[in-house]
Every structure is written in C-alpha cells, then in structure tokens.
C-alpha cells in the first residue's frame, strides 16, 4: 500500500473538538465562503487553497479577536497542509491560534484543533531541523482535553486517536503506538460505541504494527477494523475496502497465500472492474532498477502484458516493447510476480482477464 491517508477528499473535522464555520452572510465574506464550500466538494486542491485564502483575505481585514477570522485563517492553514506547504500552513495556524486564545482564553477546548494542526505542520515538515517539536503541541492539546474534561474523557480520546495519526503518518514517530494504544483502550471500552472512533483506533494501531513488520500483531487490528467497517448486506464502503487491501499485504507478507487470495476476491467483488484503465496492484513491491542501467545512467521504459487471474495473481506475463535495457522488462516481470490485484466478478464469480497492460518507466530522477 502506498502512502494516501493524508488526502481522502478534504480531511474530516474533529466536530467535537472545533466547529465554528464562518457565517454565510450577506457581503463579500458571505460570497468567499460559499465559494470555499463549493470548492471543498470538488476534492480539488489547488482549488481549495485558493477558496481558503481568498476568505482569509477578507476575514483578515476583521478584528484578530473575531471568530470569523480565528476559522479563516484555521481552513487556510488546512488547506495549505493538505498540499504539503507545512511552512506557510504554520503561519496562518498560528494567527488562528493566537485569534481563538483572544476569544475564548488561553488554553481553551476551541484551540485543540488549531494545535493538532500545527503539530501536523510541524511533524510534516521534514526539511525542519527541529520537526519533533510537533509534540509541544500535542502535549499542550492532551492536558487542555485532560483539564477541561478529564483523562478518561471521549475529548481526551478523541485528541489521542488524532495524536496518534500525525505521529504515525506525519512524523514516522515511535511515539505514535502510546497515542493510538490510549485511544484504541477508550474506543474498545467505556466509549465503544463510537464506532468510527473505534475502528479507526484499531485500524491506525494496525497500521503502526505494519509498518514495523509486526504482521501478527497488525492482522487482529485490521481484523476487529474490518468487523466494526463492514455493514451485512450494504455496499462495501471506503473503509473496509482500504482495510482490505492493508490485509493483503498482511498476508503477503506472512506467507498466506490463501487468506491474501481472500481478501482480494472480496475487493474484487465489491468493486467494479475498469477494463479502459492500466491495472493498479492491491499489494506491490518495489520496482527495482536494474543495477547495470543504473551503473550506466540509462533510462528508459518497459511494457507488459498479463492476465489477471481469478485469484488476483498477474499469470501469463509477456514483454512487448522495452527502451534502454532489456532488464527493465525483467524488473517489470519480476514486480508482477509479486503484485496482486482484485480480480474481475461476472455473474458473481472471479473469473481471469487477460490482455492486461502496464508500462513501467524507468527514471533516474525518480
């Protein structure tokens, strides 16, 4: 699986933290922010930064105590995080912060989303010689929610299950397991009944488990995510096909062909084969570079064809055409032997699919 939690169209807001949308209003603010809306439907991103600073630019002109410019500048910063500009997100955060603290106080619930997302700024920043500073802000965030509710509070949970997110994706930080192991204990106990809060507890500690190749203590995690995502009788949903595919790799990695297998069907099954488009693997490796092209600066490409087989395994695999070295189609052949995809359903069952292409490129730069 590669690296696609941070952008699932716009990011959620923590509702029980923080939710002071701007006033849709007569007037130029009431106009930008609409805009803003729209823009947020749109799953577009260079859209919403320029929706995001476009209100800011008028909410800026209001007093700093007004809640109206604490959002703005708060959706700016998140927009700006979502394509990656930590620097900059930093900026605005920090105005929203310094906004809500006039409003509401210092050390007041409305800023725990604002310092969760300075955190994730600052965790996202790997050119930042002191990027580990994001946790000031989540420790500021964890004793607002500890003060202001208590430790054993949904809110305080709620903080470290967020916590825990920034720390595992933002940051590759170790610390990440603490964080989601107090969430998952909250959300699979006193506040089970959070179910989104409780699959997410379990799917993220999943996660970290993965990521350190700790498979036999990721697959019960995404197992008890996968409970809590499937719905009987209901399409399969984002979640639970995402949860999916995270145990594909589970498997793979365990040297459990048939449960990978499994899983694979059951995507498969529940998504609609595109047979206009390249095929995109549940599971792969790394594409390695030849070493001799690479000793010698070449580049170049290489296509295949295959069969996606009913079990999700690429069969049949044939090199049309290469450019540069004819060791690009051996590493083409050899990713395809380790990838694994969700094979094609008619009348209910998985049946094979030939005449599968993908050209694999071959770039230095890369």
């Known amino acids: 699986m590669n690296k696609k939690d941070r952008w699932m169209g716009f990011r959620v807001l923590l ?16 106009d930008r922010f609409q805009d803003y809306q729209k823009a947020l439907e749109s799953d577009d991103r260079g859209r919403i930064v320029e929706a995001a600073e476009a209100v800011y630019r008028v909410a800026e002109k209001l007093p700093e105590a007004n809640k109206n410019f604490a959002a703005a500048a708060l959706n700016y910063g998140k927009a700006l995080i979502a394509t990656n500009d930590w620097r900059r997100a930093g900026v605005y955060l920090k105005k929203s912060l310094a906004s809500y603290e006039k409003i509401y106080g210092e050390r007041s619930t409305q800023s725990i989303d604002v310092l969760l997302e300075l955190a994730r700024a600052r965790a996202g920043d790997v050119g930042h010689s002191q990027r580990w500073r994001y946790r000031r802000y989540i420790g500021d965030a964890l004793e607002i ?18 916590a825990g997110k920034i720390a595992l994706d933002s940051a590759a930080d170790p610390r990440a397991k603490e964080y989601l192991q107090d969430a998952y204990t909250a959300f699979s106990g006193p506040w089970k009944n959070s179910q989104l809060n409780h699959f997410y507890s379990a799917f993220y500690l999943g996660k970290y488990y993965l990521a350190r190749n700790r498979y036999d203590e990721a697959e019960p995690m995404l197992l008890e995510a996968l409970d809590l995502a499937e719905v009987k009788g209901s399409k399969a ?10 145990l594909v790799e589970v498997y793979e990695e365990m040297e459990q062909p048939e449960k990978s297998i499994a899983q694979c069907r059951a995507i498969g099954k529940a998504r609609p084969f595109d047979m206009n488009r390249e095929p995109e693997p549940i599971f792969s490796r790394r594409l390695e570079y030849p070493r001799m092209a690479l000793d010698s600066h070449r580049e170049g490409y290489a296509v295949a064809r295959f069969t996606i087989s009913d079990t999700g395994f690429a069969e049949d695999i044939e090199i049309l055409d290469t450019e540069g070295s ?20 008619v ?3 998985p049946v094979g699919t030939p005449d599968r292409k993908m050209k694999f490129q071959f770039n230095m730069a890369e």
């Open 15 to 30: 509702c029980l933290l923080i939710c002071i949308p701007l006033s849709a209003s007569a007037g130029e603010l009431g």
């Open 145 to 162: 929610a500890a003060e202001r509710e208590g430790e054993d509070s949904a809110l305080h949970s709620i903080v470290s299950l967020e």
């Open 237 to 246: 949903s984002p979640l639970e096909l995402t949860t999916r595919a995270f």
């Open 326 to 345: 004819s060791g690009f189609g051996r590493a083409a052949i050899k990713y395809l032997e380790q990838a694994r995809y969700a094979p094609r359903y």
């Open 347 to 349: 009348g209910g069952e």
